[in-house]
């Protein structure tokens, strides 16, 4: 599966932003969703994921109540609606693939290229 993340940009302290990563080649519906995030100089970090049913989703404990994941597998695609933003939000976010529901960067199989999120205070 190839996947395209977008909806990065500038958002001031408070607002809110959707990412969109988009999936072609073979069957998106088939994968567990994750996005991960990764800060300058920081290592690349969880921040949700979501079952290929879309009724199973977990989160880190820094986005819960303010993120949202989300899937719509007729547009093969995968959302994340982040809302009540902050500076420590900045960062680089990636879209990724898994076989199974899971925290961990490296049982992702597939990967877009990152969008920049950039949260101003």
């Known amino acids: 599966v190839q996947l395209q993340a977008s909806g990065g940009g500038l958002v001031q302290a408070g607002g809110s932003l959707r990412l969109s990563c988009a999936a072609s080649g073979r069957a998106f519906s088939n994968y567990y969703m994750g996005w991960f995030r990764q800060a300058p100089g920081k290592e690349r970090e969880f921040v949700a994921a979501?079952?290929?049913?879309?009724?199973?989703?977990s989160y880190a404990d820094s986005v819960k109540g303010r993120f949202t994941i989300s899937r719509d597998n007729a547009k093969n695609t995968v959302y994340l609606q982040m809302n009540s933003l902050t500076p420590e939000d900045t960062a680089v976010y990636y879209c990724?693939?898994?076989?199974?529901?899971?925290?961990?960067?490296?049982?992702?199989?597939?990967w877009g290229q990152g969008t920049l999120v950039t949260v101003s205070s």
């Open positions: 990724a693939a898994a076989p199974y529901l899971t925290r961990e960067v490296w049982h992702y199989n597939a």
């Open positions: 979501v079952k290929w049913s879309g009724d199973m989703r």
